[in-house]
């Protein structure tokens, strides 16, 4: 850090943290006169008793629900422009994204499309689309029911081109909620392997924070409590979870998206082509090539890898360690150590490597990664 520059820090939004949070949201939307609330999830969350009695419950108090739920797995366009129509068509006044990252991703897309109808793409941030935000938008509230992207607390929608199937990312602070329930209560019937899987991308997210190149002390204290939280809890969340384990990797998921905004790294650079070109599960494709990129990251960071061995009270205090940790941590949580096992083959090598470079995430990595690094690393984890 130097100490003749002005830097700019962003905290988030409101957040209602705590077992049965979510059951305020009647009330919230009575007090701040929403009656007509568009509800964006997916198929499967829509399918949850949880689910139901939150619907249940705001019908109870008179307020008009029309849930949207027709979305993809990695979310596309369409999907968009179909809630969106839905949000017009229905005469709604709001819009509550309930579900994991993939659903909350579409409520913010929607929230910006409502009163931004130029092509949605348009509005891509890597293009400096972000300045063409300028409407109002609808109110917003997040709801998260996995432990993982912390979406609920972000300002960015990864969405991705049906045809390309290359994501775009939509942001601007106009798409933070307003207000998040972040209720552990309905993590509790995660299935393990969903658990595993996001519980990775936070651990990835809060590591990677916290090794990015921006000078952030704050997201750095941040990322470090996240890292904590994570390893006394992650391995009983995935194979014993109560109340506690759900808990504290609701809340260091929240914390790894809230140190992200210092930006992230290699891994997450390895592991969007995989979603890209495979349709892999995002915390999945971080979760393999986590101990790889970490390994990578070692030489000239040894003082901040002592600080996460610190973090994860290893007894050697080394990045060396650190990566160890990573491997033995897949192996408890069931999450395989090599690429081979989630479907990549030698051929598709060339092809992640290049869109590997290419992705949004690297160039805050504490090292430079050139496209031979990535392939390399690829040629390891496979
Ligand atoms: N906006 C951001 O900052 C950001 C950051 C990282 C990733 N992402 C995006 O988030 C998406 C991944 O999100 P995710 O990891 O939460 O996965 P997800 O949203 O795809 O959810 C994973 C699966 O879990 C199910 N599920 C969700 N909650 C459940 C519950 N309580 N009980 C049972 N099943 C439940 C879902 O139906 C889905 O099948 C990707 O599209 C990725 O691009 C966004
Ligand atoms: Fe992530």
Do not use: W
């Amino acid at each position: 850090m130097t100490f003749n520059t002005i830097y700019q820090y962003n905290f988030p939004t409101i957040i209602r943290f705590g077992a049965g949070s979510s059951k305020e949201l009647g009330d919230y939307l009575l007090k701040n006169n929403l009656s007509k609330p568009l509800i964006v999830t997916d198929t499967t969350v829509a399918q949850l008793d949880f689910f139901k009695e939150i619907i249940n419950d705001l019908k109870k108090k008179n307020i008009s629900t029309e849930v949207f739920n027709d979305i993809h797995k990695n979310p596309v366009k369409s999907d968009v422009y179909k809630g969106t129509d839905v949000y017009d068509a229905t005469h709604r006044d709001a819009i509550i994204g309930i579900g994991g990252g993939a659903a909350l991703d579409v409520a913010r897309a929607i929230v910006l499309r409502v009163n931004h109808r130029e092509d949605l793409f348009k509005y891509d941030d890597l293009i400096g689309g972000d300045i063409y935000v300028t409407n109002d938008v609808p109110h917003f509230i997040t709801i998260p029911t996995t432990a993982g992207t912390g979406s609920e607390v972000g300002r960015s929608a990864i969405i991705a081109d049906d045809e390309t199937h290359q994501k775009k990312i939509l942001f601007s602070p106009k798409l933070l909620a307003k207000i998040v329930y972040a209720d552990p209560l309905l993590t509790m019937e995660l299935p393990s392997f969903i658990t595993a899987a996001t519980g990775m991308d936070a651990l990835t997210h809060n590591m990677e924070a916290f090794l990015a190149k921006m000078p952030h002390p704050m997201c750095d204290g941040i990322a470090l409590e996240g890292i904590s939280l994570i390893s006394q809890s992650l391995e009983k969340a995935v194979n014993n979870p109560d109340i506690e384990s759900r808990s504290k990797m609701l809340i260091a998921s929240l914390m790894g998206a809230v140190a992200f905004q210092k930006g992230l790294g290699v891994v997450h650079s390895l592991a969007h082509p995989l979603s890209s070109l495979l349709n892999t599960h995002h915390g999945l494709a971080n979760a393999v090539n986590i101990p790889y990129g970490m390994q990578f990251n070692i030489e000239g960071f040894e003082h901040k890898f002592k600080r996460i061995a610190r973090a994860l009270e290893l007894k050697e205090e080394s990045g060396e360690a650190v990566v160890q940790y990573l491997f033995d941590l897949n192996t408890k949580i069931n999450i395989p150590h090599k690429l081979a096992d989630i479907g990549v083959k030698q051929e598709h090598i060339e092809t992640l490597a290049d869109l590997a470079i290419a992705d949004f995430a690297h160039p805050n990595n504490p090292k430079p990664v050139t496209r031979e690094d990535f392939k390399q690393l690829y040629l390891k984890a496979l």
